[in-house]
């Protein structure tokens, strides 16, 4: 086709063939993308114009379309206005829509769609105003946009409009048999002559619409030189390689006639030879003033154009003809922009896939918006956190964290409190070294409960178990505390006020202790508490402040009555008490026969337990392995002995030395009447009371054995020899077995000691023995005692009270109940607007795949 049959007005004819019907459904597909928001999550392939104020922009836009656009002084175009074009048997009619993308605050619409805006339109003259009106409604959101439909002229002209720009888009989608399938926006004109905000803001509206899979029309008026357009420069930044830009010179017809230099420059430019591009340039030329005052047709215009080429030097004279005339422009964007949609769609089925894909996965992360009564709600929180706290103070499967560092806390406890028991020495003097205190200390402390686990207290491979040496309380130290005590009483009787001072004394640092106990359980607690607040009412910000405020709260209730019972139970252990009279003499005789027997030199009178020992020894870095009988004495005395066969071997340094002058003598009483005899380790009698003859004999026999100890024992006192320890224990054993035989079953090692005469510091250690007997009976109440009511007041009440405690103070079911439940559920506003934009992403991708589908496209 020539140039001048171009000019006929048939150029904006669609044609009925195969390759026409093809272009029609892919743009309209196109089309109806963009009119369901498609443009905010896809490339969708577009065409933009785009120009400098006053480049000739809204005629091209008139040429293209058929139709005249706004024009006034200044900037006219203040959102994009999309045309639609498309051919169609029907006569000619116009349909203008506004197309809501984004909200007021800039964020986009969760749905878009476009609403009509007046009625179809048959006359090319009433165009103008409602596209004037249509923008007025779009500058102005907060109108509803029907009041802007039958304003004049005069009216829109002296409206003040709430936004100077706006992203929304004006549509038209204009159709008749003089047209061709096309698809372009027409966006503001870049302007300079403004404040910074505002160029800034006209800037990135444009470059927004031109980024991507975007055919970019620049237009160049001729009467500037192409270096100082900056709607070339924002193509550049978006297209450095000219890849999707089209330049298209304007305004041929104002150059001057002497202006030969910028003719051949322009030429240069249109002949590919100055500023290349990928699809080069094209040159047009609009009526001007006068023309469109004398109201030119569309058809006359194309016809004036082509004439001005063929007339008009160097154009007439150039080697690329069919780069002149707006009908070369149109059918070569058409060519193109038909191209990308074929190349492009199967890329937006995959991509529109793999979002949709994606958005679904992030919203299954955010928790879910809350449908539910905000009362009803948050009463259901509050149940399952105090379920929650009730199972952590009970214990369980999954929740014995709490109880299991509760345990441990406890146990520590009753560590402290069993290193407070009174250090006393049953000699006049103090031993010679720490090591020996602290040995005896061990010897000596209640070790009857151990099972050999250690409550969870890691005391196994040092000597962390020996209680730290404290001074020694030694029988001086005793007897002079009963002197200084001494009021009334007759002679031999110890003030009962001696014994409570001393009992009181070890008591003293019991307060220091139960606190750092219950400090270490409210530690603990208070983590538990922060934890699963945390993890209830994360996303609550509101009712996750509040919650732990009353929490908070509770807590300090709690903590008062709790240490309130505590100081109850130390004050009532001041005044000394027990009903568990037999445990208390059984550990007096205990303590009394140690003593005694520690004042007689009797290395094997205080024995602690085999565990004990074993610590003891480890401690002391004993390596060597001592043979059984020494490890376990009196282990094989059978019946008889039964009450102590756990007992062990206590270490040297339990051992106090007598004065040097009588260090061949024991300190008191005379040397044991029972001589050695058989190994410890050597079977037990199979029977401790035999009948008749056999019981005569085996007695006699047992008499001639004592009666030849006895001589051997004198003997050797005679000769300043002390017995070792395994003569020691096989005459004990020999001794026990006698007596069992004799009808003495029942005796121990702690009973041979009662034979021994009195001692002059006998009163002393009767008060030793009474307030360290009284300590096991008081140790043991504490230890128990204080954790059971930090677990009943503490832990157990607060678990209990706080639900009724948190529905009080949140105000749950008072008035007002519902509007403070939904101040308390406001979500994090980042999470919120993350939620709607995901929901909005959604149901536009849906719809997307719905449209790809329908037109035929693989889901």
Known sequence: MSAGQASSGSILTGTDTEYAQRRKQHLALINQLRAIGAQTELDLPRVAVIGNQSAGKSSLVEAISGINVPRDAGTCTRCPMECRLASAAQPWTCQISIREEFAADGRPCEIVSEQKFGPALHDKAQVELMLRRAQAAVLNPAVVSSKFVGMSLEELRGLKNALEFSRNAVCMDISGPEMTDLAFVDL?????????????????????????????????????????????????????????????????????????????????????????????????????????????????AREAEMAFFREHSPWSKSSQRQRFGTAQLVANLSRLLTQIIYDTMPKLRSEAAAQLTACLQRLKELPPAITAEPTSFVLTLVTDVCRDVAAYVDGGPDTA????????????????????????????????????????????????????????????????????????????????????????????????????????????????????????????????????????????????????????????VQKEVAWERVKDILDREKTPFTQNKHYYQASKDKFLSMYKSARQGNADAIQEPAMKRRKIEGANGSTSAAPAAQKRPGSSHGGATQNTGNKGQAPQAFQYSPPAATAAQPAFGQPSPFGAGAPSNSPAPKSAAPANGAAASSAKSLEDRISDSTVLQKRRLEANQELDEEERRRAEHQALTALAVLGYGSLTLEDLAKLRPPDMYEEELEVMAEVRA??????????????????DKFLTMFSNRLQEFLLSKLGIGGPNSSARCAAYLAEDPVVVAEREELTGKKKRLEAVQAELLNFGLES
């Not at 297209?239 to 305004?251: A, F, H, N």
């Not at 104002?254 to 249109?270: E, H």
């Not at 029988?475 to 200084?484: A, K, T, W």
Request: proline share 7%.
């Open 188 to 300: 503001p004109g870049i302007i300079q002559n403004a404040s910074a905000e505002t160029v800034q803001l006209v800037e990135d509206l444009v470059k927004s619409h031109i980024k991507g899979n975007c055919l970019i029309l620049v237009t160049l008026p001729m009467s500037d030189d192409i270096e100082n357009q900056k709607a070339m420069q924002l193509a550049k930044q978006v297209d450095p390689s000219g890849l999707r830009t089209i330049g298209v010179m304007t305004k041929p017809d104002t150059l001057p006639p002497g202006s030969t230099k910028a003719r051949d420059n322009w030429l240069d430019v249109i002949e590919g030879r100055r500023f290349p591009l990928k699809h080069g340039y094209y040159c047009t030329r609009q009526p001007d003033d006068d023309e469109r005052a004398r109201g030119i047709s569309n058809a006359e």
């Open 401 to 556: 964290s709490l109880v299991q560092q509760n345990r441990r806390t406890y146990a520590i406890f009753k560590h402290d409190i069993r290193g407070t028991a009174p250090p006393f020495v049953p000699s006049p003097s103090p031993p010679s070294s720490r090591a020996g205190l602290a040995r005896y200390a061990a010897a000596e402390s209640d070790d009857e409960d151990d099972d050999g686990r250690a409550d969870f207290v890691d005391l196994t491979d040092s000597d962390a178990e020996l209680p730290a040496p404290r001074a020694p309380v030694t029988l001086q130290d005793v007897r002079r505390h009963i002197s200084r005590s001494l009021g009334k009483e007759l002679p031999g009787n110890v003030p009962y006020g001696a014994k409570v001072s001393l009992i009181r004394e070890f008591q003293t640092s019991w307060e220091l202790d139960c606190r750092k106990c219950f400090v270490d359980v409210q530690r603990a607690f208070d983590a538990t508490l922060s934890k699963l607040v945390q993890q209830r009412f994360e996303r609550y910000h509101e009712l996750k402040g509040r919650m732990l405020q009353v929490v908070k709260a509770l807590l300090e």
């Open 774 to 791: 009284y300590f096991k009976v008081a140790y043991k109440r504490v230890i128990d005692d204080v954790p059971m009511a930090i677990e």
